[in-house]
């Protein structure tokens, strides 16, 4: 055996370990699921806020403060979709 062949086999094995996936880190699926958790949150608080905005509860502040985070939530929300949807369509537009 070539002693460059067996410094490269020690090194694979040695590095084999570092490569093996971790399992408590997030996948893409989790980070999606957080998104979307997150974003379900800001909607769900801007309406309790523009609910009590009606009644007199909250400062008018605090509603455009809560009605601007929820039009940037829906725009970032609008962009994911269509950069989902460009990346099937290109997907489709592929040769088989």
Known sequence: MDVRSLFA???YAAALPNMAPDPAAAGP???????AKDFIQTLQETEATAQSAMIGGADPHA???ALAQS???VEAAVAVRNKVVEAYQEILRMPV
């Open 29 to 35: 699926q989790a980070a999606a699921a957080n998104a």
């Open 63 to 65: 509603l455009v403060q």
């Open 71 to 73: 039009e940037i939530a």
């Open 9 to 11: 086999a020690q090194k």
